[in-house]
């Protein structure tokens, strides 16, 4: 094909609502570019200091956490999804929806409860000391606030993304291959390892890479613990070396190994494929587990839920109403405002966002450079949220200091600062983290509708715009709904681009949870930490009753 035929497959239908989108996906792309840039700017000295003295550190650790995260949540997550998908065993019902409640948990804030609770004066090594009379370092006790203490914490808060989609797969999968496998004398073990496994492995996989990016986008837990990884480079390097660049080069650097994840998830996915030989759906016929192997799943499971929810929660709800001083009084109040104003303007524009590129390119299905810039604005949300906070307060920046020079040149007039340093420079960092989140949800909704439907009210004379108001938004009021509650939450546990692109004097309950326990503070945090948690929790056991509910509606 000659090159112009190749644009003009490429811009193929172009037309105003394929340029609106094009330039949104773009404005939301550019934080990520803008750090991806510098990857080609030649190192200055305080990245030539950084690559000598620390930046092994920073590689090593960041693996060897990431090795941790993915041995604990591959361990955690399937065993959980296989026992709680195809086995019958006491409290099986509750541990279906229960098990995702730790993903209502910031990993951060369960750090601080574990910090607290096993800490040199938490009150089991006191007790410890009392009972046998030791002193300080006169016995064993595992350090929580090191490498291996943070995998463990960002294990038990994120093995529900693994168990969130295999379990999904165990049950959509035929029981057709299940009965095969048992006709052939395998028994469940060999059944799982040889049959089920390896069906579910793709979303075993994208699970997996889900926590992998969540661990390299943690900034709280390895802070609060001690441990250099690149989330705690780039603070340093931007507050304490005072170099924009050198945080941005480091940012890059962990684009890196974002994106070698995301190749790999795709390219995982891409090499095999597996597929159903029966479209039928059977009631699934549970193992009946009995004698140790009964009380064993209910062990596992119960441990899972318990360590990564029930006790952290109970610690904080202790701390919070018996410990913390004045603990519902004052500013607290204003950080419940400034939160929840913040949540409901990011999730209500990223929603709008969603529904105007989710449209847009059904308008523009042929268009290949829609579909391409759709994708490019939704790739935000696997960039941490320290890398996206650079690559905004520089572009922000360079635009507020281009203004004010003019305007000082031309009317003698300093305008300040318009953009960074306050909540326009947050809210758009959030659309550009979390806009993926809402336009997944409504690219399903949409995908759901009939392309006859829309053609049918073209026929009665309604327009593009017509036809999403009046026809579409009343059938998507569910998914709308879902996008607005997962933005929220999300936004809400959100720490690190908060904690840098905040205006001055501007707190949510995030950052007052962990300025608090940085400071020791651990009980006044509990609070705050409460009130995240509390929030949290509703979309989760949402989402786990749909999960059940289209195994359900498919049987």
């Known amino acids: 094909m000659p090159p112009s035929a190749k644009l003009a497959t490429v811009t193929s239908g172009l037309n105003g609502w394929s340029i609106s989108t094009s330039s949104i996906a773009v404005l939301l792309a550019l934080p990520v570019l803008v750090v991806t840039g510098y990857l080609f700017i030649p190192a200055g000295e305080v990245w030539t200091h950084l690559v000598d003295t620390v930046l092994k550190d920073y590689v090593e650790n960041s693996l060897l956490l990431m090795l941790g995260v993915a041995i604990g949540t591959l361990i955690l997550g399937v065993g959980t ?21 730790p993903l209502a948990m910031p990993a951060y804030i369960i750090a601080y409860t574990y910090t607290g609770v096993l800490d ?21 006790f595992p350090e929580v606030r090191s490498l291996e203490g943070a995998a463990i914490m960002l294990t038990l808060v994120l ?20 009965d095969v496998s048992r006709t052939l004398g395998n028994g469940p073990w060999r059944t799982f390892f040889t049959v089920a496994l390896p069906l579910a492995r793709p979303a075993i996989v994208a699970g997996l890479s889900l926590a992998l990016m969540e661990t390299l986008a943690d900034y709280g837990t390895v802070q609060y613990f001690g441990v250099n990884t690149f989330t705690t480079g780039i603070f340093r390097t931007w507050y304490g070396l005072d170099s924009a660049p050198a945080a941005a080069q480091l940012s890059a650097v962990l684009l890196l190994f974002v994106f070698t994840l995301i190749l790999l998830e795709r390219h995982s996915r891409k090499r095999n494929r597996y597929h159903q030989t029966s479209q039928r759906h059977q009631d699934l016929r549970r193992i009946n587990l009995q004698g140790w192997a009964k009380w064993g799943a209910l062990l596992f499971c119960g441990g899972a839920v318990l360590l990564g929810f029930l006790l952290p929660a109970g610690q904080l709800a202790v701390w919070a109403f018996t410990v913390a001083e004045d603990p519902f009084e004052g500013p607290f109040l204003e950080l419940i405002v400034n939160t929840l104003m913040l949540g409901g303007v990011a999730s209500l524009l990223a929603l709008l966002l969603a529904l105007f590129l989710g449209y847009g390119q059904r308008l523009n299905r042929k268009s290949r450079l829609i579909g391409f810039m759709v994708r490019l604005a939704g790739m935000g949300y696997a960039v941490p949220g320290t890398v996206i906070a650079v ?18 040149d031309q009317f003698d007039l300093s305008t300040g600062l318009l953009l960074s340093g306050t909540l326009v420079a ?74 840098i692109l905040r205006p001055f004097n501007f707190n949510t309950l995030a950052v007052r949870a962990y300025e608090l326990a940085s400071d020791e503070r651990l009980a006044d945090a509990a609070p705050a930490s409460l009130a995240i948690v509390a929030v949290g929790i509703i979309p989760v056991v949402l989402l786990s009753l749909s999960i059940t509910k289209s195994r359900h509606s498919k049987s």
């Open 120 to 140: 040199f004066s938490g009150p089991i090594q006191t007790f410890i000391r009392e009972l046998t009379g030791l002193g300080y370092r006169e016995y064993w």
């Open 159 to 178: 093995y529900p993304y693994v168990y969130l989609l295999t379990r999904a797969t165990f049950l959509n999968q035929s029981l057709c291959v299940m």
């Open 426 to 499: 947050l809210v758009f960092a959030y659309m550009v983290r979390f806009l993926a989140v809402s336009l997944q949800t409504v690219e399903t909704g949409l995908g759901r509708i009939k392309p006859s439907l829309d053609e049918a009210a073209r026929s009665l004379g309604y327009g593009s715009g017509a036809i999403l108001g009046q026809v579409h938004l009343p059938i998507l009021k569910g998914s709308l709904l879902t996008a607005l509650l997962l933005v929220f939450v999300d936004v809400l546990k959100e720490l690190p681009a908060t904690l």
């Open 391 to 408: 690559g905004v307060i520089i572009p922000f920046a360079w635009l507020d200091n281009t203004v004010d020079s003019w305007m000082r």
């Open 81 to 101: 999804a296989w026992l709680a998908s195809m086995c019958q065993f006491p409290g099986r019902n509750i541990f279906e929806w229960a098990l995702l409640l």
